[in-house]
């Protein structure tokens, strides 16, 4: 799972993904990330992962940089503190745990997805606490 959405919230359309979810992730950037971006002087990249980095009890997020030149624009991220407002505007935008962006990539991607939220609710479970219950704290 990558919390810039198979690179898509950083600007990059990877092969396989569909129009329509192509279309959307342009416009929910354009619409929300490029503007809280803008006002701190960071790229859309780092505002996502801020964001997530932000989420209760999240300890890391997984850059998935390729290269140096996107490893330098997810940094950022590192330092960047959203407001309580931004916050709320990215919850509100893309939700907590799904995008809404569509479909996933075919292949490996959608089963990897599915994999991991199994995991991470099995997780949850074990340690006593009730995976609804997160996603609807992380929903507010």
């Known amino acids: 799972y990558s919390p810039l959405a198979w690179g898509l919230l950083a ?4 092969p396989g993904v569909p129009a329509a979810t ?22 859309p990249a780092a505002v ?3 964001w997530v980095l932000a989420w209760p009890g999240m300890t890391g997020a997984i850059a ?4 140096a030149a996107q490893l330098a624009e997810q940094l950022p991220a590192l330092t960047l503190l959203l407001t ?7 919850n509100a935008a893309f939700g907590a745990f799904d995008l809404p962006l569509g479909e996933a990539p075919p292949g490996p991607v ?9 995991l991470a609710g099995r997780s ?6 009730d995976p609804a ?6 929903a507010r």
């Open 84 to 90: 309580a407002g931004e916050l709320e505007q990215l």
């Open 133 to 138: 219950r997160v996603r609807q704290r992380l």
């Open 48 to 50: 996502a992962l801020a």
């Open 110 to 118: 959608r089963g990897l997805l599915r994999r991991v939220r199994r």
């Open 22 to 43: 192509a279309a959307r992730a342009r416009q929910l950037v354009d619409r929300h990330l490029r503007p809280i971006a803008a006002r701190h002087g960071v790229p």
């Open 11 to 14: 600007g990059i359309e990877p």
């Open 64 to 67: 998935g940089a390729s290269s």
């Open 124 to 129: 949850l479970r074990a340690a006593g606490i």
